[in-house]
């Protein structure tokens, strides 16, 4: 058997320093402990609030020196996403799916333009006096959201008929004949299957007994709509005159927002009715000042410039194509070498411009006016030039331009068709100057410029 060695007693500091000693490590090792999760914790809400930060606070647009956070562009981007997924037949739980992901993607830059628009639309108002009671947001929604189920038979008429007048006299007797028919018996679906498969010229009713389905506004020409909102539930429309020709229109049911599929798809997106009204609201402000301007847009006689014009694609990669990016570069490279080679401007336009009205033309475009041309660098640059002159190659994100500058007048009388485009374009004109004036300044990457 071995023999046990007694171990020595410690004495009592010897103890006393053990301990003390066993002590102060474990106090270190608390400390560093402590460090560590103290650092591990400020990482992560560090990390919490930089995430915060960037999706809710962090600027996405200045305006006047004013922030817009992201958080109202990805509201705004959640918004006009979810209307596309109803329009486009999207199911719930597919808003992912990488077949519509580049659909998706251009709804990132129409919701920054969304916003933009906005501030300046606020910003209008203010100056300009315009107030819009609740009562006229109510109005506003129920006249947007609302639907109403209809059919039709449609008789159509001939432009290229020898004599159109006494083709459309025809049209509308033969369509005034089917009301009177209908009115006898509005109800009765043997009677409009007949008549429709018989007379109606819209192929996609005509075998449905003239079935149009639920629809909005916007959907019909503003002719059908007009008349669908005047008619009462069942009653039986006098001939409505469109460019397809005469309809005969019965509206067999009303249904109002809160069953538009749109409205509904909203609202489980965890959007409410003030936030589409909210939206209403703009709509409204927009078509104040779009009357505003057209208003004051037309000033004839004015100050004009008779243009060329050679456009081409803006060159950017699609779908992976750089090929086509390629040639595109090539294009823009050859139209300014041949151009600064002194190649006559006209046929520079033959040759590539990719814009069919005016190619064949040489890239003549006729008389310009202010108003009638969007992009203000442009517009300002073709006012400066002297006739005969050539202007810098204007970039944007979908036409690459130059002008050339034929002849001017100060003073030149407006045709009718100048008065039109002016006016059309009288809203779009205002918007890029309210964005310049207003130091508009994007800060979302890759939508930084329009």
Known sequence: MARRIPLPRLTRRQRLARWQRERRQQALYVVVFSGILFFVVGLVAWAA????????????????????????????????????????????GYENDPQIAQQKASYERS????????????????????????????????????????????????????????????????????????????NNQTLWNQLAKDNSDDPGSKDS????????????????????????????????????????????????PEQNDVVKRWLASGFTVDDIKTHTRYDIVRDEITKRRQDQAVVSPTAQVHL??????????????????????????????????????????????????????????????????????????????DAGARSQQHNGLVNTIWYKVIEKSASRDLEDAQKTKIKDTAYQYWLSQQKKAHDVLRLIPGLEFE
Do not use: C
């Open 308 to 385: 060329a014009m050679i456009q081409v694609a803006t060159p950017k990669p699609a779908g992976g194509d750089f090929q086509a990016l390629t040639d595109q570069l090539q294009k823009i490279a050859n139209i300014n070498k041949e151009l600064d080679a002194g190649t006559d401007f006209a046929e520079v336009a033959k040759k590539y411009s990719e814009d069919t009205d005016s190619k064949d033309k040489g890239g003549d475009l006729g008389w310009i006016a202010r108003g009638m041309l969007t992009d203000l660098a442009a517009e300002n640059e073709a006012f400066s030039l």
């Open 49 to 92: 609030s930089d995430k915060y930060y960037t999706d809710n606070l962090k600027p996405a647009l200045r305006f006047d020196g004013r922030v817009v956070p992201t958080r109202d562009y990805k509201s705004e981007l959640k918004y006009e996403l979810t209307r596309f997924y109803v329009e486009f037949g999207v199911p719930a």
């Open 111 to 186: 919701s920054l333009d969304a916003i933009e628009e906005r501030a300046i639309l606020d910003s209008a108002a203010t100056t300009e006096g315009i107030t819009v009671t609740p009562d006229a947001v109510d109005a506003r929604y129920q006249d947007d959201w609302s639907q109403f189920r209809s059919r039709h038979i449609l008789i159509q008429t001939n432009k290229d008929a020898a004599d159109p007048a006494v083709d459309a006299s025809n049209a509308l007797a033969k369509a005034t004949a089917i009301r009177d028919q209908l009115r006898a018996d509005p």
């Open 209 to 256: 007994g003239g079935e149009l389905g639920w629809v909005g506004k916007g959907q019909f020409v503003k002719q059908f709509e007009d008349a669908a909102k005047a008619l009462a539930v069942g009653a039986i429309s006098d001939p409505v005159k469109s460019d397809f020709g005469y309809h005969i229109i019965q509206v067999e049911e009303r249904r109002g």
